[in-house]
């Protein structure tokens, strides 16, 4: 079960001293400046952090924090990943641009880490939603820990082959399909004034008129007061 | 050994990767159900002809997906500003569901057409898809799209859809109708390791009723 399939791709490029050189020298140029996103979303973004100090320096790498994905080209994902952030974890992923790489940083991030037996909202890793390079255990992992991680990406970069990467670029697998859900109004309108517009429930024990009256009577701000 | 014989078999199994054909026969089911003539065009009728002939037999137990007429000039367009200007989806690592209609070939992102939802599968490569596969995924979107009818349009059901599908998936991979892509980039076997000797239909446990 789990069967693994070695699908066939007709590999037109020739293996020359020139092009592994050009190879050599594309990867060498690539894993010398990793730039990382600046992302963190608990824990294991303290350690993270302390590397950008003086101490742990990992400029010295070639690893300068970024702040935009799309200037990025390795996450670290420091910190558990529940539901509620997956969806943004994942347009961030996506927004990078390629060629780009992922470390599963600490235990919550690699198998859901104290989280997995009874959390009801934790993603049990975030190889469910990204592609990971290395997975990185601890909890928090050492800041050497993570350089040690670094190390290996660095190392696994330096192995890549050009041509397989840029065959490998897929179609986009996509279907669409009628839907007969209820499409609702979102409440979010922007208006803070909706005292006007706001239904109450009728099993509300204040009487819609009462409360439209309170509403209208007291200006916003005072009420802040 | 089960999973090794199979993977030698379907390494025997000559596969068609080529990308123009996976491409090309992608618009094919869209086209060749739609009965409006247009948007038929005239280089590709012979080849739907001849692909109609090859596919007269369809997969056993499997209904084919309805399709959707394909669009032209399909703009990338925001939700409109009365349904919170957001955007609805559910995304993990094989399934990308969204509250919007999705150009094939332009990927143009319209999300004022809120009665659509398009499925990206398997963004990354991770399993290796065929046709079939492919057809079967849809088809099983579609029916839990169909099951889940009157339901508010929100992220919570679009979440429920896209976790069905993903276990949907796992079962493909456990009973060998799909196999993991060797060539991707990185190898995170996220439904499991690949294990020799075990065969998921062997040791299902039948219903006991007088227990």
């Known amino acids: ?107 919550c991030t690699i198998t859901g880490g104290m989280f997995s037996t009874d959390s ?94 309170y509403k209208s009577s007291v200006s916003s701000h005072e009420l802040v007061n | 050994m089960a999973s090794s014989l199979s993977s030698i078999a379907s390494m025997m199994n000559w596969k068609p990767m080529n990308k123009q054909e996976t491409l090309f026969s992608k618009r094919k089911p869209a086209n060749s159900f739609s009965i409006s003539a247009q948007q038929v065009q005239d280089e590709t009728t012979l080849v739907q002809q001849q692909e109609e002939e090859k596919e007269a037999k369809p997969v056993k137990g499997v209904t084919q997906p309805r399709p959707v007429e394909p669009q032209v000039n399909v703009e990338s367009k925001n939700m409109g500003r009365a349904y919170g200007g957001q955007w609805l989806s559910s995304t993990t690592r094989h399934v990308r569901i969204f509250a919007a209609y999705i150009d094939p070939e332009t990927c143009a992102f319209d999300q004022t057409q809120m009665d659509k939802l398009t499925l990206i599968l398997d963004p990354t490569d991770e399993f290796v898809w065929t046709k079939e596969t492919c057809n079967m995924v849809y088809s099983y979107f579609q029916e839990l799209v169909d099951h889940y009818e009157g339901s508010p349009l929100t992220e919570y059901t679009l979440r429920l859809i896209g976790s069905d599908i993903e276990h949907y998936i796992r079962k493909l991979l456990y009973e060998g109708q799909i196999q993991y892509n060797m060539n991707a980039r990185v190898l995170n076997f996220s439904m499991g390791k690949p294990r020799v000797g075990f065969s998921y239909n062997e040791y299902r446990t039948e219903d006991v009723i007088d227990q």
């Open chain 1, 120 to 213: 009801y909202s934790t993603v049990r890793g975030v190889d469910k939603l990204i592609p990971v390079d290395v997975y990185l255990p601890g909890c928090p992992p050492k800041p050497e820990a993570i350089i040690d991680a670094i190390t290996k990406l660095r190392k696994k970069i330096s192995r890549e082959i050009y041509p397989d990467r840029i065959m490998s670029q897929r179609e986009t697998r996509c279907f669409t399909t009628n839907h007969k859900f209820q499409v609702g109004h979102s409440i979010h309108t922007g208006n803070y004034d909706q005292g006007f517009l706001y239904q109450p429930p009728s099993t509300s024990e204040i009487p819609p008129e009462t409360f439209f009256k």
């Open chain 1, 1 to 107: 079960m789990n069967s693994i399939e070695f699908p066939l791709f007709h590999r037109t490029t020739q293996n020359s001293v020139i092009s592994t050189t050009l190879n050599d020298l594309s990867n060498w140029s690539r894993l010398s400046s990793l730039w990382p996103l600046l992302y963190g979303t608990s824990c294991c973004f303290i350690e993270f952090a302390s590397l950008i100090g003086s101490r742990f320096d990992f400029d010295r790498y070639g690893l300068v924090p970024r702040s935009s994905p799309r200037q990025a080209d390795l996450i670290l994902t420091a910190g558990t990943v529940t539901m509620k952030m997956a969806p943004s974890l994942v347009r961030l992923y996506e927004q990078m641009p390629e060629p780009k790489y992922v470390i599963a940083m600490g235990a």
